[in-house]
């Protein structure tokens, strides 16, 4: 048995991640888990990392009934996650802050065209870097491990994304438009739908502008289609099976006009269903 936080007991022994049985062969006396209290294994548990509570499941049945009961999340979730929205916008949120600008495509003067606001309302941003669209109240949505695991990877993509200073250029997807890069997001809101969202969706759930339809490029890939986008954007392939654990993901770019007369930057949503009744991916763009 594993105790994988440090903990003293009453008579000043300390418990530590090698310690949880403590046998003294002269005197033949055992410390079990059964003396710990449910109070105190649940702080316990409450301060180990995500990644290592599968080991406590193993432990033994009363760990295992802990970990894997609903009351454990809500508590693990409060105590070690921040659902917390940043104030102001940074990062790639800064690219469509400005709006959509004109630009010169094929000879048509696109500046007969106004600049406007991609997002009614920019999404907002959770503190570990995690979008979701403004929509959707993510403080309202049910507390469980599926919620908590889905944060940690896809605060791990993020965190990859940024460390790596990756960006898309869009000549994976659309190869007729790669004159700039947009930097990359990553989103998830929860979905009970048995498909996965349409242009239509994504456009009401995000509170896009209603005039980003007259131009709209929606493809079905493969995973393996992912897969080679990803690897193009230097991502490890982990991300792949994170992104589209199933076998068919989407991407969705809106425009304004036909792909000769454009307005920029225009968004580009790469998503699937990453879990059961969520949908997550990339928010990205086009200019």
């Known amino acids: 048995m594993v105790i994988l936080s440090k903990c003293a007991m009453s008579d000043g022994t300390v418990l530590t991640p090698s310690t949880v049985s403590v046998t003294h062969t002269e005197t033949r006396s055992t410390f079990t888990t059964d003396q710990v209290s449910n109070e105190v294994l649940l702080n ?16 033994c049945q009363r760990w295992r009934e802990m970990v894997e009961g609903s009351y454990f999340w809500r508590c ?28 010169y495509r094929g000879g048509f003067d696109a500046l007969t065209v106004q600049p406007a606001e991609v997002f009614h309302h920019l999404p907002k941003r959770l503190d570990n870097g995690v979008l979701f669209p403004i929509s959707i109240q993510m403080d309202k949505v049910p507390s469980s491990k599926t919620l908590i695991t889905l944060l940690e990877t896809f605060k791990t993509i993020k965190s990859t994304i940024d460390s790596n200073g990756l960006v898309y250029d869009g000549q994976m997807g659309f190869g007729w438009k790669s004159e700039g890069f947009c930097l990359m997001d990553v989103f998830l809101f929860p979905w009970q739908e048995d498909q996965q969202p349409t242009s239509e969706d994504i456009s009401r759930i995000f509170m896009l ?5 007259d131009s709209i490029i929606q493809q079905k890939k493969t995973k393996s289609q992912l897969t080679c986008v990803l ?34 930057p225009s968004p580009v949503f790469l998503y ?13 763009g086009l200019w």
């Not at 659902?83 to 004109?102: A, I, N, S």
């Not at 193009?232 to 989407?250: I, M, N, Y």
């Not at 699937?272 to 009744?277: F, I, K, L, N």
């Open 76 to 103: 693990y979730l409060q105590k070690n996650y921040s659902l917390k929205t940043q104030l102001g916008v940074e990062g790639p949120l800064t690219d469509w802050q400005d709006g959509l600008q004109p630009m």
């Open 44 to 59: 316990i548990l409450l301060n180990i990392p995500f990644l290592e509570l599968k080991k406590c499941t193993q432990v």
């Open 272 to 284: 699937s269903d990453v879990a059961p009744s969520w949908i997550g991916g990339i928010l990205t």
């Open 209 to 213: 502008n209603e005039d980003l339809k």
């Open 231 to 264: 690897s193009h954007l230097g991502f490890q392939h982990w991300v792949s099976d994170a992104l589209c654990p199933g076998k068919e993901w989407t991407q969705l770019c809106f425009n304004v006009h036909d792909p000769t007369h454009m307005m920029c």
